[in-house]
């Protein structure tokens, strides 16, 4: 009888669920609760593969009334005892954690100490770890780290030019996200390229963007630092910027801490560039009409996209290949194109049918005759969680 795991990954005001197949990856059930925490009524939306679809209120919105919400679903449509064990995606593990883990109190603690590292996303799987065991009481839980992948990096790469007790006392050091995602691609790597070993350049561009280098089955650099908010140009967020600014801002006009803070999370990047949206596709309507805001937004994250990637082969000594994943990275074949225009110096180049006609889950190497291959490659980082999962609770 094939089994399922149930993949939770918990915001701080949403709940995103799956139920997995981790053989085949066939998702029976899948949805999303909001307005989940907010001291008000919060919704769910649940989703069967056959096409039906339930939406309904939540009273209290809370992610254990979620969960309440999802089982009763399970039992609703004959999945609750198929499901084996529960996996769960964590943004931060800090340096406790290089692989995932089956769920007991001393992880548990040490998720709970690295919400001093992701105050915004920590508390919120904590408390869906918690709502998940009273909900789940006989399966075990599995924690899957988006930094895990790049516990790997060297000294070299991690460290910031900051005092060294920072690191030593407080553990402020660059960390790197979008692990899972980089550690599917990674799996997928060799067949698609035809090497043992392979060396590549990955880029996760979604609302959230980075880049890392990745050899073979670890990243040795990666784009993200700290928080996710270094790097390349986000959404929302700024991506690298000179630190000085916070003192500028704060000291010169008068902003608070938190008033910079927002700005560089909430109203920067795609967003703040263009003054349109966080969404890459209403940018690049605007940009093939010629509208002068989209066209800066553009050259702006491709630009820098290019220079980052350039940057990542450094840890690498080259790269054998271009990876774009990602919303943007496996749709967008305006990014691509003005993006790996900048790195024909590396010796990459792409073919143009092939771009345009990649997208929407269409993979493929889109580099032009005689380039080294750039690969457009569609995670699927629920996937990874499940199969982790599933090894982990065998
Ligand atoms: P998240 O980081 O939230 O998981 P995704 O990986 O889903 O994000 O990526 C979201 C981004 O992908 C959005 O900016 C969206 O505009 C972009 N995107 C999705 N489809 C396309 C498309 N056809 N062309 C350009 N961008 C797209």
Redesign the pocket.
């Known amino acids: 009888m094939s089994h399922y795991i149930f993949v939770l990954n918990c915001g701080s005001s949403s709940l995103k669920f799956s139920v997995i197949n981790p053989e085949n990856g066939e998702e029976p059930l899948k949805g999303l609760a909001e307005r989940l925490g907010v001291g008000g009524v919060g919704n769910i939306t649940i989703k069967t593969a056959a096409g039906g679809k339930t939406e309904q209120q939540l009273d209290p919105g809370t992610h254990q009334e979620a969960l309440h919400v999802i089982v009763a679903a399970l039992k609703k449509e004959g999945l609750m005892d198929k499901i084996k064990a529960v996996g769960h995606r964590i943004v931060h593990g800090g340096e406790y954690f290089a692989e995932s883990v089956l769920v007991d109190d001393d992880v548990r603690n040490k998720i709970v100490d690295c919400i001093r590292l992701a105050p915004l996303h920590n508390p919120a799987h904590v408390t869906g770890i918690d709502a998940a065991r009273e909900a789940f009481p006989n399966l075990k839980q599995v924690v899957v780290f988006d930094t895990a992948f790049h516990q790997h990096m060297p000294q070299r790469a991690f460290l910031y030019a900051l005092p060294y007790k920072l690191y030593t006392d407080n553990k402020i050091r660059r960390y790197g996200f979008h692990g899972t995602s980089y550690r599917y691609i990674a799996s997928q790597l060799p067949e698609k390229l035809g090497i043992a070993k392979p060396k590549a350049v990955v880029a996760h561009l979604?609302?959230?963007a980075s880049v890392a280098a990745v050899d073979f089955d670890h990243s040795v650099d990666t784009t993200m630092g700290l928080t996710p908010l270094e790097g390349v140009v986000h959404?929302t967020r700024s991506g690298d910027v000179d630190p000085a600014i916070f003192g500028i801002l704060t000291g010169q006009m008068g902003m608070s801490p938190k008033e910079v803070d927002d700005m560089l999370w909430k109203q920067s990047g795609l967003l703040g560039l263009s003054g349109m949206s966080?969404?890459?596709?209403t940018v690049?309507e605007a940009y093939a009409k010629g509208d002068a805001a989209a066209i800066r937004t553009m050259e702006v994250y491709c630009y820098r996209l290019a220079k980052h990637i350039a940057a990542q082969m450094v840890g690498l000594g080259g790269a054998d290949a271009i990876v774009f994943t990602?919303?943007?990275g496996e749709?967008?074949s305006l990014v691509r194109e003005k993006t790996i225009a900048l790195l024909e110096y590396l010796g990459f180049k792409l073919d143009s049918a092939k771009n345009h006609e990649t997208?929407r889950g269409k993979e493929g190497n889109i580099a032009a005759a005689g380039s080294k291959p750039v690969w457009v490659i569609a995670t699927n980082e629920e996937l990874m969680i499940a199969r982790d999962t599933d090894a982990l609770s065998a």
């Open positions: 979604g609302n959230g959404g966080n969404d890459c596709r690049e990602g919303g943007i749709n967008s997208f």
